[in-house]
């Protein structure tokens, strides 16, 4: 009995009809394999991935081995979006056992939980020197019918070697100007300089590194951080990564010049890279910056937003290419046949110029990803505009990628802050409301009456899945970029009570934390990563709403925690600085201060509004605004700040030591 039907993920639901008998990850499933006295399959991934997929219909989908699986294991399917946890543990069994790891992720579990063979994803006959599904399922139900000892060594030396796996994260101290000056020097050497980014193929848009090189420039001025930042966005948005007609952008791209995306789109890409492009706004002015931070939150709000409010997870990779085959892209590239139908042969030949279209294609079967390579000369804007549309037009005919419409509060929490600053920066009032609403959905759905969060919702119904460490983070991430955009103090509020809930479940000495919360359902091993990978680290995500919240209260516990975490970026930001982007920016922030800003007057009040404006587009790294009247009680920062000759003014603080007020915004730009 296939038992996933009652699922609230929606790769678990991709699997409900399989002939496989999955169960969802829980006691039930392992106390049958205990009185079935047979291994655990467990098989991880996600909605959007594109060889889940693969393997689903090769062999979940297959009656045959369904049939063997069935017979001799209990599979239990996990959706690591969800079990982010259950992933961690497992992925990292798997590449410590095979030096290498990805999804879907396959392993064979003892009935205690504990791994003992691993793997990704295996074809249904051997291929490429790999061995097909049915023979590894055989040779695993042959070594625990026949070898039951020496399994039961294996995995009690794997879960051994897992538990006492100590993490060093830097000792006593925080990063200074030499950790962040050799972390900077270490991402120069692996720059590319010709294509952007970093390192080779597959290249993955560098979003917290852009950050911290954009943070790097504002605080010492180094031209060098802000060309890496400027010349890496310019050259992915002109890429087949970002989407050239609907915005957003892909995974990740499979080769080293950004032209062929891996075409699924995810929310925590799009949220990052909406708030780096606006960023790079804020330090340089570029047009292209803007344009793409607009037609980011844009695709955010149409594609992804929910209609509880939330933000959905994922678009899907593949899609029916109109033969009923689902093929990965055929949403997104053209021919230039396919030109000429939409467009005409003069506008055709244009648009294939424009978007870098070939006969021969930059993709499969002679399809090519629209792009932006350089123009020779000067294009007609209006001509391109018409072109863009029609073709976007043509292209919501063709059937769409699947959404996942589960709202992770992670993600949503980034979402927020994207959509928040982005709507403050281009005076896009509707964008900082979406913002809100997904805020009022996470207080409502996933946050209970003492503000434990609740990892994922869907159709606004919680999941019953815990949050972890990077909920926490991110959702308090969104909600102080939401209290200085909006001036509202409750957002601060809610963000100190998922913040003392870190501080309370999530520590452990010295300041490291952990993923999960102390009294969280115990696996084989705390889950501990402070690394950042496609998102934030809960670690340094951590490190970066404490940090904001003790410059916005003044409280020494939280600003101790968030230099207690940061010790891990002083051993890891001169060694591996594209693994702890996020970790180096939030540095750059506390060596920074960072600034407390502080707006006092009347709301009406044109000085007021400029002044607020001003502090917004404040360059400054991890700049905390509070704005209100004076002395109100929504900001501790608007205490004792009092207006200046009865007009609006602007106090510049650090540790609650300001300089003297300010009323010309010209004058508050020259010190942010």
């Excluded at 060309?227 to 892909?250: K, N, S, V």
């Excluded at 340089?284 to 803007?290: N, P, V, Y």
């Excluded at 109109?322 to 230039?336: L, M, S």
Aim: aromatic share 8%; hydrophobic share 45%.
């Amino acid at each position: 009995m296939n038992r996933l039907a009652g699922t609230t993920s929606p790769y678990l639901l991709q699997h409900a009809d399989n002939p496989v008998d999955w169960w969802p990850w829980g006691p039930e499933a392992f106390e049958e394999a205990k009185r079935r006295d047979v291994p655990v399959l467990l098989s991880v991934g996600y909605s959007a991935c594109h060889w889940c997929h693969v393997m689903a219909h090769e062999s979940f989908e297959d009656d045959a081995i369904a049939g063997l699986v069935n017979e001799h294991f209990v599979a239990v399917k996990v959706d690591r979006e969800e079990r982010p946890d259950v992933d961690a543990v497992y992925m990292e069994a798997v590449q410590a056992a095979t030096g290498q790891g990805g999804w879907p992720m396959t392993v064979f579990l003892t009935p205690d939980a504990a791994p003992f063979y691993f793997g990704t994803y295996f074809p249904p006959e051997p291929r490429h020197g790999m061995p097909s599904f049915p023979e590894v399922l055989e040779g695993v139900k042959d070594a625990w019918a026949d070898r039951r000892d020496e399994v039961g060594e294996v995995a009690e030396r794997i879960v051994k070697d897992l538990a006492g796996r100590s993490l060093a994260y830097g000792g006593e101290g925080v990063p200074g100007e030499e950790e962040l000056a050799q972390a900077l020097l270490g991402l120069t050497r692996e720059y590319d300089a010709t294509r952007g980014g970093f390192g080779g193929a597959p290249k993955f848009p560098p979003s917290m590194t852009l950050e911290f090189l954009l943070r790097h420039h504002a605080r010492t001025g180094a031209e060098g951080a802000l060309q890496m930042a400027a010349d890496t966005c310019e050259a992915m948005a002109r890429g087949g990564i970002y989407d050239q007609l609907g915005g957003g952008f892909a995974r990740y791209a499979v080769d080293r010049a950004w032209v062929v995306p891996h075409f699924e789109k995810m929310l925590y890409d799009n949220a990052l890279l909406c708030r780096a492009y606006a960023h790079l706004w804020k330090a340089t002015g570029s047009d292209l910056a803007r344009r793409v931070a607009l037609e980011t939150a844009d695709f955010m709000v149409r594609e992804l937003r929910t209609p509880e409010g939330g933000f959905a997870s994922a678009l899907d990779a593949d899609s029916d290419d109109g033969t009923g085959r689902h093929v990965e892209g055929a949403y997104y590239v053209w021919t230039p046949a396919q030109l000429t139908e939409v467009l005409g042969a003069e506008d055709a030949a244009l648009a294939a110029a424009h978007y870098g279209v070939t006969e021969a294609g930059t993709f499969e079967h002679g399809s090519s990803v629209l792009q932006l390579p350089q123009q020779a000369g000067p294009v007609d804007a209006d001509r391109i505009a018409s072109i863009a549309a029609r073709l976007l037009a043509a292209r919501e005919e063709r059937e769409r990628p699947g959404r996942d419409d589960k709202v992770v509060a992670a993600w949503n929490g980034l979402a927020i802050a994207a959509l928040a600053e982005t709507g403050a920066l281009f005076d896009r009032p509707d964008l900082v409301e979406r913002a809100t609403e997904a805020a009022d959905l996470l207080v409502r759905v996933h946050m209970d009456e003492s503000a434990r969060l609740t990892r994922t919702s869907k159709d606004g119904r919680a999941g019953t899945n815990a949050g972890v460490l990077e909920d926490y983070a991110d959702v308090a991430e969104g909600f102080l970029a939401l209290a200085a955009v909006t001036g509202e103090g409750a957002w601060l509020e809610f963000a100190g009570f998922l913040l003392d809930i870190v501080l309370d479940r999530f520590t452990a000495e010295g300041g490291a934390l952990y993923d999960t919360a102390h009294d969280a359902e115990a696996l084989i091993r705390r889950p501990q990563d402070p690394t950042d990978n496609a998102t934030p680290s809960g670690w340094t995500a951590a490190a970066g709403a404490l940090l904001s919240y003790a410059a916005h209260t003044g409280s020494d516990a939280h600003r101790a925690a968030a230099e207690g975490a940061l010790g891990v970026v002083k051993a890891l930001g001169p060694r591996a600085p594209r693994f702890i982007g996020w970790g180096l920016a939030v540095s750059e922030a506390l060596l920074d201060g960072p600034r407390e800003i502080a707006v006092v007057g009347a709301p009406g009040d044109e000085v007021f509004q400029e002044l607020r404006r001003t502090a917004l587009r404040a360059t400054a790294p991890g700049a905390v605004l509070a704005s209100g009247a004076p002395d109100s009680e929504e900001f501790p920062l608007l205490g004792d700040r009092p207006l200046v000759s009865g007009g609006a003014a602007a106090y510049v603080c650090r540790h609650f030591t300001c300089d003297a007020p300010v009323t010309d915004p010209e004058e508050l730009r020259r010190k942010l």
